[in-house]
Structures are given as structure tokens and as C-alpha cells.
């Protein structure tokens, strides 16, 4: 917390303000250290032997259902199921757990409506936490033998995960093509390892504009945090103060994660300093996501009046490439390219204003499933709303229903294009729009 704390200080002192349609220019910008790096950086893993323990999974049952919940493998589960089972079954893959080391099961958050409407439903604490949607993916698949010796073979298995589970959605449908009927991802990581990508990105930029070596502290948590204190807090400021590089840094993530959207610039302040705790946590114990982080070829794009091109920022930001152990499908599968080759419909719902897991990660899916000749088994919808995983009941449960009118009736539900210009997407689907609507569009100044 002490971090938090010396940023805080730091507001008092910085000046401006984010987000406007009339941002100023930021001609300081370009008075950053170049960071001209000859050779890309490639950052260590630490594998860690962790001891977990595994929490009672024990629940009360709503009414109307019963509880099922137990040990299997390594880790813990709950199921389910009403006593008007339609036999239907969803199984939920939850988010990222940071590095805990109790391992403990979520529920669903359509719970309620799942055992209203006959579902069943069974979740996996899976086996390990930290970044591990190899895992997360293979304790899901394992709960479908639990399930069906629990509770018996069911009609139809339906896939959900959320945020590190949108991963495990996407790992599951390309490497257990016919174990589910159908998937929906929600704030979901369905562009895989781009997400490891995207926060060092965040750290490269930040270290730019900041005028600071990104490559001397990447590894070095304690370096690493003395400069976020020292050097990037007065030199970007924080969130609601920013400083003229400081929004020329907003500019740049805006850029990087799918461009002028509802609710970008209020989700990025949301977002802020916490993504800044991610890069301090990986420095601290890095393991197998920090060393398949990659920005080699990644190319950035600032808009004019920030006092720095595009080509200079390009040529003079940190290069991080990723170790190839960590990329290679033979020994580490979570993290390399994806396929798109998938042969089951998915169905995903994302927030315009995500900025821990952006919009950006399905615009690359789409890209890499229709380079598979599977577009037509993807719909992606966009949400016009701040925050990860920011979405309402509404929202998620008739996405749900769409998908499984699409499995069982051959209804292919309606979605958002989002490979383009995304200024006003979202108005189909965002049950209720937000107060503010559609927050602070910004634009170039």
C-alpha cells in the first residue's frame, strides 16, 4: 500500500485533466529519454512450487436445488442442480486469483436464473491459481466426469467463463473441440496471450513517457516500485491529474486497445494505478506469463499534438521478447499462438471501457478465427459501460439465452462488428446504457 499511498501525495502536485474532447497538446512528451533498445529484452521465470490449501467447498443450496460439492483432483468443486432439471449443464470457469494459495471455487453470477430455468450448473476451484488458464482449462474439462458420475450424462454442456476464464473458454474450444456444446465469455481473455502483451505495453509506454529505462526495472520489483513512486508518478501523474505526458501516454493505451470508444477515458481512470500493481507483482514473482510477454514487433500509434510521431515512439520504446519456451505449443500451450479453429458457436460480451482486459482482445480473435474460415461461430457484443466485467443481469442472462437458442434451435444471435471504428458501438445490447452515456469520447487534439 505504500505505493498507493505516494501516488496519492503525488495527485496534489500534478495538474490538468484526462478524457476531455479538447485535450491540449502535450509538446513535453517528446523531451522523454529515448529507450532505443538493440537487442530485445527477455524477461526470467521463476517457477515456484507453490503448496495450496483447498477451501471447504461446502454451500447451502438454493431453494428448489440441490448441493453437490467435494474434492477432486487437486482441488475443490460445487455443483448444482434443480429439482426441475431440464438436463442442461453450464460449467463456469472463474478469473484470476493473483497468487493466492488457498484455492476456493466462485459461483456463477447467473446463478439464480440458471436454477430458475431448470440448469444445472458446476464450478472448479481448479488445481493452482496465478495466471494458469492451461489449467483453469484442464480442471474444467476433468469436471465433466465429476458431473456425470455425480449427477449423470447431460443433454447439453455449456461453457461460461469470465476474465482469465474468457481464456480457458477459448483454450477449451480449440483443444476440446466437441467437449462443449456451446461457450460464452464474458470480460473474457479470448486473444490468449496478447492480454501478457497488452501490461507490458502498459509499462513500456508509461517508461517513455516518463523518461525512465522500462528494461533496467522490469525485473527488479523493488527498482520497479521506487521508480513508479519516484519517476512515473510526478512525470504522467494520476488518475484525474494528469500531466501533459501523462495524456499523451492515455493517448497511446487508447490507441493500443481499440481507439475511441464509449466510456474509454472513465475506465481508464478506473484502471489506472491498479495496472501499475500488475507490473509490480510480475517483477516480484515472475512465472511462466512474464516470460511470454512480448512487444517486439508490436507497433504503436500516437495522434499528432502530443510532441511525438508514431515513428519515433516506435523506434524508441523498450523491446521486450517474449522467451520462445513459453510460446511454443509443445511445452507451453496456454500461451501460444491460438488457432481460431474452433467448432462450437461462442458468444462473448465485452465492456467499450475494460482497460484490464480490453476490447482490443476481440478484435484479435476475430481476426484470428476468421483467418481459420470460422468467423460464422463467433458473435461478439460490445458493452458501452467502464470497468472490467461491468456488465447487468440483463446483459448477461440474455446472452446466455442466445446462446443456447443457437445451439439447440440453429439461431444465430445478432452481435456488434467491433473491427473498426467503435465511437458509438454498443447501443444494441447495453441493457440499461449507463448514466452519462456514452461517458467521454475523446477525440485528437
Given amino acids: 500500500m505504500a505505493l498507493v499511498a505516494a501516488l496519492a501525495l503525488t495527485l496534489a502536485a500534478c495538474s490538468g485533466g484526462a478524457g476531455r474532447k479538447d485535450v491540449a497538446p502535450a509538446a513535453q512528451a517528446a523531451q522523454a529519454t529515448p529507450l532505443a533498445v538493440a537487442t530485445p529484452l527477455i524477461l526470467p521465470v521463476t517457477p515456484v512450487a507453490a503448496t495450496y490449501t483447498v477451501a471447504d467447498p461446502k454451500f447451502d443450496p438454493l431453494p428448489g436445488a440441490r448441493a453437490i460439492y467435494g474434492e477432486y483432483s487437486g ?90 476464464g474468457g481464456h480457458v473458454v477459448v483454450y477449451s474450444l480449440e483443444h476440446y473441440p466437441t467437449a462443449y456444446d456451446g461457450a460464452l465469455s464474458e470480460c473474457g481473455v479470448v486473444a490468449g496471450s496478447q492480454i501478457l502483451d497488452y501490461f507490458l505495453s502498459w509499462g513500456a509506454l508509461a517508461s517513455y513517457f516518463a523518461g525512465i529505462n522500462f528494461t533496467s526495472v522490469a525485473t527488479d520489483a523493488r527498482l520497479l516500485d521506487q521508480r513508479l513512486r519516484d519517476d512515473v508518478a510526478p512525470a504522467l501523474g494520476l488518475a484525474g491529474g494528469l500531466t501533459a505526458k501523462g495524456r499523451a501516454f492515455e493517448d497511446a493505451i487508447e490507441n493500443l486497445t481499440g481507439g475511441p470508444r464509449p466510456f474509454f477515458n472513465e475506465g481508464f481512470l478506473l484502471q489506472y494505478v491498479p495496472n501499475f500493481f500488475v507490473l509490480r507483482d510480475a517483477a516480484a514473482q515472475p512465472g511462466p506469463g512474464n516470460a511470454a510477454a512480448d512487444n517486439a514487433r508490436t507497433l504503436y500509434r500516437i495522434d499528432p499534438g502530443f510532441g511525438v510521431t508514431s515513428a519515433q515512439l516506435n523506434r524508441d520504446i523498450a523491446r521486450v521478447a517474449a522467451n520462445p519456451v513459453f510460446r511454443d505449443p509443445a511445452t507451453y500451450p496456454e500461451f501460444a499462438p491460438e488457432t481460431g479453429k474452433i467448432e462450437r458457436p461462442l458468444l462473448t460480451i465485452h465492456g467499450t471501457g475494460d482497460l484490464f482486459v480490453p476490447i482490443s482482445q476481440e478484435q484479435a480473435y476475430r481476426k484470428i478465427v476468421d483467418a481459420a474460415d470460422r468467423g460464422n461461430l463467433l458473435v461478439q457484443r460490445a458493452i458501452r459501460r467502464p470497468g472490467h466485467c461491468n456488465f447487468s443481469a440483463q446483459e448477461r442472462e440474455q446472452a446466455f439465452s442466445d446462446l443456447v437458442a443457437w445451439v439447440t434451435q440453429g439461431r444465430k444471435p445478432a452481435g456488434d462488428d467491433l473491427s473498426g471504428d467503435l465511437t458509438n458501438v454498443g447501443l444494441k445490447f447495453t441493457t440499461p446504457l449507463a448514466p452519462g452515456d456514452p461517458g467521454t469520447v475523446r477525440t485528437a487534439p
Avoid at 129 to 134: A, D, F, I, M
Fill in 75 to 164: 482441488g475443490a468443486y460445487q455443483i448444482e442442480v434443480p429439482h426441475a432439471w431440464n438436463g442442461d449443464v453450464v460449467y463456469y470457469a472463474h478469473g484470476f486469483r493473483g497468487n493466492a494459495t488457498q484455492l476456493t471455487v466462485t459461483m456463477p453470477l447467473i446463478r439464480q436464473f440458471l436454477i430458475d430455468h431448470g440448469y444445472a450448473w458446476a464450478a472448479s476451484s481448479y488445481t493452482k491459481n496465478g495466471y494458469q488458464p492451461g489449467a483453469g482449462a484442464r480442471d474444467t474439462y476433468a469436471l465433466r466426469a465429476v458431473f456425470a458420475e455425480k449427477v449423470g450424462a447431460p443433454k447439453h454442456q455449456y461453457l461460461y467463463g469470465q476474465s482469465m
